[in-house]
């Protein structure tokens, strides 16, 4: 190619990864194991049809559908949703898995972001590492101490009075006051009200 047409052509390279180089993990649904693809990037944890036979009865799968939309607008409408407990690293999970065409997924289940609202994952080079959030409250201990600070009476040069002012801030204590029920009237000679209409001034003088 010469370089006027380089100048116009663009070059598109792809990567194929093999399912191997992707993070699954073997779940257990009950007693089925299966593999399930780990996923942050979906906001939703999904399930193939063939595989949801396997765990559930079809007629216990809720039907409401939602649609998915994925790379380059890609959208497919689920069958209907399950709630189903998982078991993995020794811990219990409980997810809603969204039925989806069994042609549509290549891995018989995939964990999205919802599984992070339980656990956190760490990815390592051995695999995906899940670590389950404490279920318990946590108190949290909180000491309070008194930090007085102290004044800063770097400003006055007495050193005499600077002592006694000292004093006197260390000393004080604030004593709460007391009100009475007394009140004041003041008493006028007449009780006529005193009022002056306003004067006429010129547009300057206002």
Not at 13 to 36: D, P, W, Y
Not at 112 to 119: N, T, V
Not at 161 to 167: F, G, Q, V
């Amino acid at each position: 190619m010469n370089s006027a047409k380089e100048t116009n052509k663009y070059t598109e390279a792809c990567a194929i990864i093999g399912q191997e180089s992707l993070s699954t993990i073997k779940v257990m649904f009950g007693n089925k194991r299966v593999t399930a693809l780990i996923d942050t990037g979906s906001t939703v944890s999904l399930v193939r049809e063939n595989t949801s036979r396997r765990i559930i009865d079809p007629t216990k799968i809720s039907k409401n559908k939602i649609l998915l939309t994925g790379i380059g607008e890609a959208q497919v409408t689920t069958i209907g949703s399950l709630e189903q407990e998982i078991h993995m690293d020794e811990e219990n999970y409980l997810l809603t898995w969204h039925v989806v065409p069994t042609t549509k997924l290549k891995f018989e289940a995939m964990i999205g972001s919802d599984i992070l609202e339980q656990a956190s994952v760490n990815f390592t080079k051995n695999g995906a590492e899940f670590n389950k959030y404490e279920s318990q409250a946590l108190l949290m201990q909180i000491s309070a101490e008194n930090l007085e600070e102290e004044v800063n009476l770097s400003h006055v040069k007495n050193v005499q009075i600077k002592k006694e002012l000292k004093k006197m801030i260390e000393n004080y204590k604030p004593e709460k006051t007391v009100s009475t029920d007394v009140t004041m009237r003041i008493i006028l000679k007449d009780d006529l009200p005193v009022c002056q209409s306003p004067r006429r001034l010129a547009f300057l003088e206002r």
